[in-house]
């Protein structure tokens, strides 16, 4: 953007500057006594700074307004850049939260597992301490 602005910048600046010249040009070549060639040289002149004032106002303007769109497009894409977190944090915890109750019951489960097993381990060896013993009363 600011390459457009260099450019149009050098644009208004030679068309001011080729109009000036222009100006000066022609007034130097008019059929006319001094005075009336200064009035007219002054004249012009006003009308010319006048123009360039209204162009650098109307500039000034679209600035602004350029500016200003620039600064709700910033806000409203931070806002919206805010959300877009706050919904991926929310999504971050549920999933952790899911994965600590799977956890939790995967845990659970797997004690209980441990414990049958356990029993059932118990109750094999007391039978084989048993069985040993019928074995050797015999």
Sequence with gaps: MSRDSNISKGLLIGF????????????????KSGKELRKD?????????????????????????????????A??????AKVKADE????????MTDAKGKASEA???GK??????????KTAINAGIDAYKDTKKS
Excluded: C, M, W
């Design 16 to 31: 001011l500057s080729g109009a000036v010249v222009g100006a000066a040009v022609a007034l130097l070549y008019a059929p």
């Design 112 to 121: 209980e597992t441990l414990a049958q097993e356990g029993e059932h381990l």
């Design 41 to 73: 040289i002054k004249d012009k002149t006003q009308d010319f700074k006048d123009d360039a004032e209204g162009f650098l106002k109307t500039a000034t303007e679209k600035a602004k307004v350029t500016i200003n769109e620039g600064k709700t497009k």
């Design 88 to 95: 991926l944090l929310q999504d971050a915890n549920r999933i």
């Design 107 to 109: 845990i659970k489960s």
């Design 75 to 80: 806000e409203q894409l931070i806002s919206e």
